[in-house]
């Protein structure tokens, strides 16, 4: 088993930055990729990015150039650095864990933006 916590979430002022992390313990030697979600209420949860094994990363065309994944392996923890925040970026953030072929989900971290 994977657990997943997560931390970093809260208000900010657009233009703001704030910095997620997930940390996973446990069974964490077949974790093929990790990565971030959000859902805003009635809405599906969607990308924002991800890390996938070997480095390669995938990211929204809506956060491209403001947010930055990145993962230490030895610490099996996921970041996600948020620049120049805007207001349409609140949501509901939610780290993803792929291991093996199971999707698992942390608790899901709130993240604001306004003034």
């Known amino acids: 088993q994977v657990q997943l916590v997560e931390s970093g979430g809260g208000l900010v002022q657009p233009g703001g930055s704030l910095r997620l992390s997930c940390a996973a313990s446990?069974?964490?030697?077949?974790?093929?990729?990790m990565g971030w979600y959000r859902q805003g209420p009635g809405k599906l949860r969607e990308l924002v990015a991800r890390?996938?094994?070997?480095?390669?990363?995938d990211y929204a065309d809506s956060v491209k150039g403001r947010f930055t994944i990145s993962r230490d392996n030895a610490k099996n923890t996921v970041y996600l650095q948020m620049n120049n925040l805007k207001p349409e970026d609140t949501n509901v953030y939610y780290c993803?864990?792929?291991?093996?072929?199971?999707?698992?989900w942390g608790q899901g971290t709130q993240v604001t933006v306004s003034s």
């Open positions: 993803n864990v792929l291991h093996g072929l199971i999707n698992l």
């Open positions: 446990g069974t964490t030697f077949n974790i093929n990729s």
């Open positions: 890390v996938i094994i070997g480095g390669n990363t």
